[in-house]
């Protein structure tokens, strides 16, 4: 069956003629840049709680030992690692956001592209192809969910579908109709509630990712076996945006400056292991206390003014690596915040936080209006001491270096292997393009308990 003659047909022609050499040396850059971070996020994350039941359980499922599932010693089904590097993917919240509400979908992708290219074998450049792609378009899905808002879902795990679905297809080789028929699938294993923020586990958010990184690559599996999606997904009635936004003709702006401009470069990695909205906050309020030499017991109120969207993320998840409260808490006592500070109660059990948090006053304001998601990375801060003293500051979130990206890679990365083991996995993910396979680099992900 032909494909149709849609902006979905238009994206998948797109797909499967762009090659390995036509893609901007600069986007390829990035790709190395987003795989690198990414991976060093989910060896540090794999055994949170966030993660553990899922591996416990695709361990107790068995099956046969296709794929590897980072940060543990463990192989299983590619559907099931899928579902598991998905699910580590976004273990943590210390994975990379967007600069205009592109962001989270490395946590996706990623995950998809190493189990899939695993799977198959896959060349490194075919596999940075892939994952570029696959990127590419999650980024778009989602810069449109974003940009329209009509519906409150999690767009990063909405859109996420499609680019792993992406990511995989091209790794499996499907031809223009198959990819169309993956696309068709994926959208229809779609999913993502906002209501995750209610969870204090951050489970659920967490597998949100690990579903549609698994709903990628099955749909893949099955667009190859020849297995039918409904055709022009993006547009048609009860397709992709109609479902998720009410708006089918929203399909038409994926398609626009497709090839000319690469919207997942648009990415902003975190230097925390905290949420998006408290990213910026924490790098402010952290500049102040160096700068000004505070302590705690100096400290007598901080006010934090961000955009509503990001207000109602802060305040109702109570995760200590989204609720702003408890991260501008712990910072204030300790002095920085490190994925121990996160992840460890002891940190919060201290009598020091305790009592902090019992004497200062912390407020997070809301702005009024309507704002983009790319003003989540917007801020004003405000911070009194108990000598009369305020400081303030209003900022938008400093973009990381190379040289911040690096460091980050080998902290997170050290927490579970050597220095020398660090080194060598830093070394071979940077030179991924030149590998005739990239099977053995993502076994070599697999960590001894």
Not at 326 to 341: E, M, N
């Amino acid at each position: 069956m032909a494909s149709s003659a849609g902006p979905t047909s238009k994206l998948c022609q797109w797909i499967n003629s762009t090659r390995y050499e036509a893609i901007p040396e600069e986007v390829r850059r990035e790709t190395i840049t987003l795989l690198y971070d990414q991976v060093g996020c989910m060896i540090a994350s794999a055994t949170l709680p966030s993660c553990q039941p899922v591996v416990d359980l695709v361990r107790k499922l068995g099956g046969p030992e296709e794929c590897s599932i980072v940060g543990h010693p463990v192989r299983t089904s590619i559907t099931n690692a899928a579902l598991a590097n998905g699910t580590i993917g976004h273990g943590d919240e210390v994975d990379s956001t967007g600069q205009q509400g592109t962001g989270h979908y490395a946590a996706t992708t990623v995950p998809a592209t190493l189990t899939a290219g695993q799977y198959v074998g896959a060349s490194g450049k075919e596999f940075i192809r892939a994952l570029t792609l696959g990127s590419e378009v999650a980024a778009r899905f989602q810069s449109v969910l974003g940009h329209y808002g009509t519906r409150n879902q999690f767009v990063a795990s909405v859109g996420g579908a499609m680019g792993a679905a992406v990511s995989a297809g091209v790794l499996l080789g499907l031809d223009t109709t198959q990819m169309e028929n993956a696309l068709g699938l994926a959208a229809s294993g779609a999913c993502g509630l906002s209501s995750h923020h209610l969870d204090e586990t951050h489970q659920i958010k967490s597998l949100n990712h690990g579903r549609a990184a698994e709903a990628g690559v099955l749909s893949a599996l099955l667009a190859q076996q020849g297995y039918q999606g409904p055709k022009e997904i993006m547009t048609i009635e009860n397709g992709f945006f109609d479902a998720f936004l009410g708006l089918p003709g929203a399909g038409h702006d994926v398609v626009q400056g497709l090839g000319e401009n690469y919207l997942m470069r648009e990415v902003a990695y975190k230097r925390y292991p905290v949420g998006g909205p408290d990213q910026t906050p924490l790098y402010a309020f952290l500049q102040l206390v160096k700068t000004h030499e505070l302590t705690a017991d100096d400290i007598e109120q901080i006010e934090v003014s961000v955009s509503r969207s990001a207000f109602h993320t802060v305040k109702t998840n109570h995760h200590p690596s989204v609720h702003m409260e408890t991260i501008l808490s712990l910072a204030a006592v300790y002095g920085d915040i490190t994925f121990q500070h996160i992840h460890d109660p002891k940190y919060r059990e201290d009598p020091g936080y305790k009592a902090f948090q019992e004497r200062a006053r912390i407020f997070i304001i809301p702005r009024p209006g309507p704002a983009t998601m790319g003003e989540r990375l917007e801020m004003g801060l405000r911070v009194r001491t108990r000598g009369g003293e305020v400081l303030q500051q209003d900022l938008r979130y400093p973009l990381m270096s190379e040289e911040e990206i690096q460091e980050k890679f080998r902290k997170l990365v050290g927490l579970r292997l050597d220095n020398e083991k660090v080194a060598e996995l830093e070394r071979k993910l940077k030179a991924v393009e030149s590998m005739d396979t990239v099977a053995p680099l993502i076994s070599e992900m697999e960590v001894a308990y």
